[in-house]
């Protein structure tokens, strides 16, 4: 590994410090070497300018992010993945703290197989770098090359991510570059690595495009190589990129997605990037000059039509949703193309048109949309198993890449809601912060859960018996049922958007969508629809309550038919 160093180009001095003995650093242009390398196993620190902070390169933090660094052997990934590509994508959103009773990365292991029989072609891990307290999302992290001790080392998530690899599944890793959280975060100390020219819901902006960004970007770029090159992982989600403030001809996406695919040309083998992104904006799936040539970018509008079609829910965001929103969503994935919206006060978006429609990650849940609300209620808890059912199959008999939430797949009982552990006036300040993020959506105070309480991380917690049981074994059927018929059905692979044999119309609560020679209809509402044409074809798969009789149908709540009509 060698002796480490430290990128510190504003310092005067600079120490190592290993236990009581402090050994002076060597200046080395903006970095610093020190003079010998720790053994391994010793936690070191760097002494700067008198203040004292981990290695901010440390990919393991034993003590907690406070603590020392530790010098562990790098680790080593044995089975490579396959080829990275999206077209039919079904990613599986997990959180290594509540997946398992264990909460580990060995943990997930002992559910591979089940997402092997569900169908899943990628696993999405939620953020596993270092952040303080021992629960969490994982948003506030502050080391982005170490591990959170709690859930194990790298080289327990290296054996993960082989374990996928054998299992035939590609490993996604959510990776926070846009921040660092409130609590442990002593970046600052070391280098210019924040902004005050811009700002940002978690304060200061981190420096892309200012003096020293050089050192800056070089630090993200390199935790990303480290996680794909190292770990071995598949790719990588970059939380909200929106937030990656950066006025450069060349801009840190460009070089971050350059730099990816140099890596993957060297291995033969290409990893993929997937933005957060609130801008609407389809350029970021386009090389260069246009834009960084990123492979897809999470779009939240097919949820939010889909919520309000199934609850009528109409607040804080959901205002935005106009009438014939879901039918495009269900057509092109975005419905904001450069039209005005009035939770935003703006217009927002720009034609997709062109766009691959794998380019677009699409749910009917994720991490965001349940944890928003107070109580951390999935769907079915909102709408009842069977209409959510329906709707899942309008999401996953599309030609988007589609993401589905850990427990989603069997209507789990257990809510995610947000959690978290700061103590002392940070763990308040938490607390009123998500109670005044949930005003918009006019919940109480006494309707939040509180994060920093253990029950609320607890009650995240999957509860596997549940999967061979009841209406939670017939959901996992159907799911099972849609993602291998999406697997095979020559309709259902990427098509630019808008395509000419993709439409979609809805007579009340039901909704019919033609994709080439694959018809849906799933009646969405709580309600039995009539006298519904019955297209013409071969049913291939039915769920509740459908009748067909002299060319009509008649569909129950939350019933679904598909039919091909090759």
């Known amino acids: 590994m060698g002796a480490p160093r430290l990128w510190a180009p504003q310092a005067e001095h600079v120490e190592l410090v290993v236990g009581d003995t402090a050994a002076a650093c060597e200046r080395d242009g903006e970095h610093w070497r020190a003079p010998y390398e720790p053994e391994p196993g010793t936690p070191y620190r760097f002494r700067v300018d008198g203040v004292e902070i981990p290695d901010p390169r440390s990919i393991a933090q034993p003590d907690g992010v406070h603590g020392p660094s530790e010098r562990v052997a790098r680790p080593r990934p044995g089975v ?21 009773e264990a909460g580990t990365f060995l943990g997930v292991t002992e559910h591979l197989d ?18 303080d307290g021992r629960v969490g999302w994982g948003y506030d992290g502050v080391a982005p090359f170490a ?59 981190v420096n892309l495009d200012g003096p020293w960004s050089d050192g800056v970007r070089r630090y993200f770029c390199d935790a990303a190589l480290f996680w794909l090159d190292e770990v071995g992982l598949d790719g990588l989600r970059l939380d909200a990129v929106h937030a990656l403030f950066d006025n450069s001809a060349y801009t840190f996406l460009e070089q971050l997605a350059d730099e990816v695919r140099a890596m993957s040309a060297r291995h033969g083998r290409r990893r993929l990037l997937i933005a957060e992104s609130d801008r609407g904006d389809p350029r970021i799936v386009v090389g260069s000059p246009v834009g960084p040539g990123l492979d897809a ?3 939240d509008d097919l949820h939010h039509t889909l919520h309000v079609a199934l609850t009528g829910e109409r607040s804080g965001y959901y205002s935005d949703v106009g009438p014939g929103d879901l039918e495009l969503a269900l057509t092109v994935a975005q419905t904001h193309q450069g039209r005005y919206s009035p939770h935003r006060r703006r217009h927002v978006g720009r034609d997709v048109s062109g766009t691959l429609s794998s380019s677009f990650v ?42 589905i939430f850990q427990g989603e797949e069997w209507a789990a009982s257990t809510p995610f809601p947000y959690f978290a552990d700061h103590a002392g006036e940070l763990g308040e300040a938490v607390r009123r912060g998500r109670t005044a993020e949930f005003a918009a959506f006019g919940w109480a105070e006494d309707e939040v859960a509180d994060p920093q309480d253990p029950a609320t991380s607890g009650s995240a917690q999957l509860d596997w018996t549940e999967i061979s049981h009841g209406e939670h074994a017939e959901v996992l059927s159907w799911y099972r049922s849609l993602i291998e018929l999406r697997r095979t059905h020559p309709a259902l692979s990427a098509v630019p958007v808008p395509a000419a044999d993709q439409h979609c119309e809805r007579i009340g609560d039901v909704v019919r969508v033609d994709r080439g020679q694959l018809t849906v209809l799933c009646n969405l509402g709580p309600v039995t629809v009539e006298r519904i044409t019955a297209p013409a074809g071969d049913e291939v798969l039915v769920r509740g309550e459908v009748r067909a009789s002299h060319g009509t149908m008649e569909l129950g709540p939350g019933s679904v038919m598909v039919l091909d009509r090759r």
């Open 80 to 100: 490579d993945g396959p080829d990275g590509v999206l077209d039919r994508a079904v990613i599986y959103e997990l959180h290594v703290g509540t997946f398992s």
């Open 147 to 205: 591990t959170h001790p709690d859930y194990g080392t790298a080289s327990d998530l290296a054996h993960l991510v082989d374990e996928c690899h054998r299992r035939g599944l590609q490993v996604l890793l959510d990776v926070v570059f846009n921040h660092l959280g409130p609590s442990g975060n002593h970046l600052g100390v070391s280098g210019p690595y924040f902004t005050d020219r811009y700002r940002t819901p978690w304060g200061d902006a």
């Open 114 to 131: 089940h997402l092997v029989t569900l169908g899943v072609t990628h696993v999405e891990l939620m953020p596993v770098a270092a952040f």
């Open 362 to 403: 699409v749910s009917l849940q994720n991490h965001d949309q349940i944890g928003n609300r107070a109580g951390g209620e999935r769907i079915h808890h909102l709408v009842g198993v069977d209409r959510s059912a329906a709707a899942a199959a309008l999401v996953l008999l599309s030609p988007f890449s589609v993401l």
């Open 297 to 299: 970018v999470w779009s």
